[in-house]
C-alpha cells in the first residue's frame, strides 16, 4: 500500500479544512452550511471545490477550450452564489478557499486532497432523490470509502438549517 501523506491541520502554521464540492444541487447547500458550520465551531476554514467534467473534444480544440472557459464562469457564478449564502447565514467571518479543477469528479477530489494537506474532512450532501444519495456520494462514500485519504462526512439533503446546525 502507498504511504499517504500525514495531513498537516495540526501543524503550527497550518489550519484544517472542510471540502465541500460545490455544484449548485439543493443537497450541496446542506454540505456547505454544515462545513461553515463545521469551521466556524472549530476555528476551521472552508474550501470549496468545483469541478468542470471533462467533455471528449479530441477533433475540435476551439470547442474544447469554449467549454473550459464556460467551466470557469460556472464555478465563479456558484462561488458567488455561495459566498452571498454563507454572508446571508452570518458566516462572512470564515476563511474561505475556492479551487476549481477539470477532469472527472473523483479523481479530481481525490487530486485535491492530496495536494492540500490541510484538507482534514470532505463534506458531501447527498440528495433526497428515489434515484439514491447521488453518484458522489455512492462512489466515494460508499466503494472508495475504506481507502480514501480523510474522513467523508455525508450530509442528509432532507435536514433543515436548524437542523444541521444543532449537529454541527
Same mark, same amino acid.
Given at each position: 500500500?502507498?504511504? @499517504?501523506? !500525514?495531513?498537516?491541520?495540526?501543524?503550527?502554521?497550518?489550519?484544517?479544512?472542510?471540502?465541500?464540492?460545490?455544484?449548485?444541487?439543493?443537497?450541496?447547500?446542506?454540505?456547505?452550511?454544515?462545513?461553515?458550520? @463545521?469551521?466556524?465551531?472549530?476555528?476551521? +476554514? !472552508?474550501?470549496?471545490?468545483?469541478?468542470?467534467?471533462?467533455?471528449?473534444?479530441?477533433?475540435?480544440?476551439?470547442?474544447?477550450?469554449?467549454?473550459?472557459?464556460?467551466? &470557469?464562469?460556472?464555478?465563479?457564478?456558484?462561488?458567488? !452564489?455561495?459566498? @452571498?449564502?454563507?454572508?446571508?447565514?452570518?458566516?462572512?467571518?470564515?476563511?474561505?478557499?475556492?479551487?476549481?479543477?477539470?477532469?472527472?469528479?473523483? &479523481?479530481?477530489?481525490?487530486?485535491?486532497?492530496?495536494?492540500?494537506? +490541510?484538507?482534514?474532512?470532505?463534506?458531501?450532501? #447527498?440528495?433526497?432523490? #428515489?434515484?439514491?444519495?447521488?453518484?458522489?456520494?455512492?462512489?466515494?462514500?460508499?466503494?472508495?470509502?475504506?481507502?480514501?485519504?480523510?474522513?467523508?462526512?455525508?450530509?442528509?439533503?432532507? !435536514?433543515?438549517?436548524?437542523?444541521? &446546525?444543532?449537529?454541527?
Amino acid at each position: 500500500m502507498a504511504q @499517504r501523506k !500525514l495531513r498537516k491541520a495540526n501543524v503550527e502554521g497550518h489550519r484544517r479544512k472542510f471540502m465541500v464540492i460545490v455544484d449548485g444541487t439543493p443537497e450541496c447547500e446542506s454540505a456547505v452550511y454544515f462545513s461553515a458550520c @463545521r469551521a466556524r465551531n472549530t476555528g476551521s +476554514d !472552508l474550501h470549496m471545490l468545483f469541478v468542470v467534467e471533462a467533455e471528449d473534444f479530441q477533433h475540435w480544440l476551439s470547442v474544447e477550450a469554449i467549454h473550459q472557459q464556460e467551466g &470557469e464562469q460556472k464555478a465563479a457564478a456558484v462561488f458567488r !452564489l455561495y459566498q @452571498r449564502k454563507l454572508n446571508g447565514w452570518g458566516f462572512d467571518g470564515i476563511t474561505l478557499h475556492e479551487t476549481v479543477r477539470h477532469g472527472a469528479k473523483p &479523481e479530481q477530489i481525490i487530486e485535491a486532497i492530496e495536494d492540500d494537506e +490541510d484538507i482534514s474532512f470532505l463534506v458531501l450532501g #447527498a440528495s433526497t432523490s #428515489a434515484e439514491g444519495p447521488g453518484t458522489l456520494v455512492s462512489q466515494l462514500a460508499g466503494t472508495q470509502a475504506g481507502s480514501f485519504p480523510v474522513p467523508i462526512v455525508v450530509i442528509p439533503g432532507a !435536514l433543515e438549517l436548524h437542523e444541521i &446546525e444543532a449537529l454541527a
